[in-house]
T-cell receptor, first 113, second 114 residues
Framework: GENVEQHPSTLSVQEGDSAVIKCTYS??????FPWYKQELGKGPQLIID?????GEKKDQRIAVTLNKTAKHFSLHITETQPEDSAVYFC????????????FGKGTMLLVSP | SAVISQKPSRDICQRGTSLTIQCQVD?????MFWYRQQPGQSLTLIAT?????????ESGFVIDKFPISRPNLTFSTLTVSNMSPEDSSIYLC???????????FGQGTRLTVV
């Protein structure tokens, strides 16, 4: 089955810096790659996603890049703010649905004021 | 977006007992999913629940331990049976809402087994 590796496990940055989280996946059939943000005591919330027919997608301060050949994708957060502090999960979907997801182990992002 | 309500939000249970977690969605959805998130870990899919059919379980999860009901298009339950401390986790309900082309998650049920 699909295996998703995520790095780093923790990331500390100063407010205003950029943060990058990287994931690799194993199955070349995967075609959907969402990123979720999970705040303490809450369920994961989708922040951005990308499909295998697109190389990059941006939404304000957040961007995701996908390299199908290398089978890796990355989350980029610019101008980080303290409210960006949370656990971020990458995921990959090998099926036709959006919820048959294999998740990475998560990255705890800490943004210091 | 789809709004998902899970009950209870947390519980502390004695080993050997069972707990049923409810998941209610504010719209009709075809597919509902149950995930487990062990402390400090990622999310692992337990099973997929479609209305009108038996749930499909992932490797390592069995119906006797995690029976699931899906009586209609807006509701599902997950039971954690004969609990042991190793079952202490956050259990999350998720739905696929094709109107929004994304998966939505409930806030989770934090289960502690003592």
């Amino acid at each position: 089955g699909e295996n998703v590796e995520q790095h780093p496990s923790t990331l500390s940055v100063q407010e205003g810096d950029s943060a990058v989280i990287k994931c690799t996946y194993s199955d070349s059939a995967s075609n959907y790659f969402p990123w979720y943000k999970q705040e303490l005591g809450k369920g994961p919330q989708l922040i951005i996603d990308i499909r295998s027919n697109v190389g990059e997608k941006k939404d304000q301060r957040i961007a995701v890049t996908l390299n199908k050949t290398a089978k890796h994708f990355s989350l980029h957060i610019t101008e980080t703010q303290p409210e960006d502090s949370a656990v971020y999960f990458c995921a990959a979907s090998i099926g036709s649905g959006y919820s048959t997801l294999t998740f990475g182990k998560g990255t705890m992002l800490l943004v210091s004021p | 977006s789809a709004v998902i309500s899970q009950k209870p939000s947390r519980d502390i249970c004695q080993r050997g007992t069972s707990l049923t977690i409810q998941c209610q969605v504010d719209s009709q959805v075809t597919m509902m999913f149950w995930y487990r998130q062990q402390p400090g870990q990622s999310l692992t899919l337990i099973a997929t629940a479609n209305q009108g059919s038996e749930a499909t379980y992932e490797s390592g999860f069995v119906i006797d331990k995690f029976p699931i009901s899906r009586p209609n298009l807006t509701f599902s339950t997950l039971t954690v049976s004969n609990m042991s401390p190793e079952d202490s986790s956050i259990y999350l309900c998720s739905v696929e809402d094709t109107r929004y082309t994304e998966a939505f998650f409930g806030q989770g049920t934090r289960l502690t087994v003592v």
